[in-house]
C-alpha cells in the first residue's frame, strides 16, 4: 500500500510541478518511449548478466513483498509464542522422547497443526525441529547451541537479502546507464546540426530526458525499493531470533514461561503482545 502511495506522490509531484512551472510535457511524451527502452533494457540485461536466476527471480518475489508488507503479523507472534511455549513445557515435563513424533513429522503433530502458519513457513519449522534433535542428540550446551543456531539465521538471512542487494545494484547504475542514453541522443543531435534551431532545441531537450529518466528511476523507484525490501527482510528475520532466544533459555534449564517471556521481550514493539495478554493465552493451551 505505501508502494502505490509512494509512487503516486513522487509522478504526481514531480511531474505536476513540471508542468505547473510552465513545461511542455510533449518532448518529454515524444522521447519517452525510446530512452525508457534504451535505459530499462539496458538495466535490465545487466541486472540478469549480473545475477544468478535463483536471485533474480527472488527479486521478482520481493516486489510483491513491498507490496504486501513484512510476512508475520501481531498475531504470528503470539502464535509463535504459544507454539515454543507447548514443546518446552512438553520437553520440560516429559522429556526429549516425548517430544520425538512432533519434532520427525511436525506436518502430523497436533501441536504444530495448532499453528499453520508457522508451518508452512520450511526454515521456521525447520529450524525449530533441528534445535530439539541437537538436544536429543546431547548438544545441550547453550552457548554453543546459540552459536549454531545463529550461523544457520544467518546463513538465511544473508540469502534473503541477495534480492535487495541486487536490486540496490541496479539502482546504483541508472544513472549511469541514463547518460549512455542522452549521449546517443546527443549524437544523433549532431549528426542534424544543419536543422534549424527549434529542430535542434527539441533533440537535445529529448536526449536530455535520458539523463532524467535515468536519476528519476534510480532514486525515486528502485533504490528506494531495494531499501524498504531490505527493510522487511530484517523484520521478518527477527521472528526466528525469537525462536533462538526461547530455545537457548530452554535449553539453560528456565521454565518454559520464563523462556517465552524472554523471547516476547525481543519481539519488534509495534508487534510485541503485553505480559498478560500472553499469559492468558497460555492457560487456555491444552494440557500437555
Known amino acids: 500500500m505505501t508502494l502505490i502511495l509512494g509512487l503516486v506522490m513522487v509522478f504526481g509531484l514531480v511531474f505536476g510541478g513540471f508542468m505547473l512551472s510552465g513545461g511542455n510535457m510533449d518532448i518529454v511524451l515524444y522521447a519517452l518511449p525510446y530512452?525508457?527502452?534504451?535505459i530499462g533494457g539496458a538495466?535490465?540485461?545487466a541486472f540478469v548478466i549480473a545475477n544468478s536466476m535463483t536471485v533474480i527471480k527472488s527479486a521478482m518475489k520481493g516486489i510483491g513483498k513491498v507490496m504486501k508488507g513484512p510476512k508475520w503479523k501481531a498475531s504470528d507472534y503470539e502464535a509463535l509464542l504459544n507454539l515454543m511455549y507447548e514443546l518446552s513445557r512438553l520437553y520440560k515435563q516429559k522429556g526429549i522422547l516425548a517430544l520425538d513424533e512432533h519434532i520427525e513429522t511436525p506436518k502430523d503433530s497436533p501441536i504444530f497443526q495448532r499453528y499453520p502458519t508457522i508451518l508452512k513457513d520450511h526454515f521456521a519449522t525447520e529450524l525449530i525441529t533441528d534445535s530439539f534433535r541437537m538436544l536429543a542428540m546431547q548438544f545441550d550446551d547453550k552457548y554453543q547451541t546459540e552459536d549454531v543456531i545463529n550461523r544457520k539465521i544467518k546463513k538465511h538471512h544473508h540469502e534473503a537479502l541477495g534480492a535487495a542487494g541486487a536490486i540496490?545494484?541496479?539502482?546504483?547504475?541508472?544513472p549511469a546507464i541514463g547518460i549512455v542514453a542522452a549521449v546517443l541522443g546527443v549524437i544523433k543531435t549532431m549528426s542534424s546540426i544543419d536543422q534549424p534551431p527549434e529542430v535542434l532545441g527539441k533533440m537535445i531537450g529529448?536526449?536530455?530526458?535520458?539523463?532524467?529518466?535515468g536519476v528519476f528511476l534510480a532514486y525515486c523507484m528502485v533504490q528506494p525499493i531495494s531499501g524498504r525490501l531490505k527493510?522487511?527482510?530484517?523484520?521478518d528475520g527477527a521472528f526466528y531470533m525469537i525462536i533462538r532466544d526461547i530455545f537457548v533459555a530452554?535449553?539453560?534449564n528456565h521454565p518454559p514461561n520464563i523462556c517465552v517471556e524472554i523471547g516476547r521481550g525481543n519481539i519488534p514493539t509495534s508487534k510485541q503482545p503485553d505480559f498478560y495478554r500472553v499469559e492468558a493465552a497460555q492457560k487456555e493451551l491444552p494440557a500437555a
Open 35 to 38: 530512452e525508457g527502452m534504451m
Open 43 to 45: 538495466a535490465l540485461g
Open 168 to 174: 540496490q545494484t541496479m539502482a546504483d547504475g541508472l
Open 206 to 213: 529529448g536526449a536530455l530526458v535520458g539523463t532524467f529518466l
Open 231 to 235: 527493510q522487511i527482510e530484517d523484520e
Open 250 to 252: 530452554m535449553v539453560a
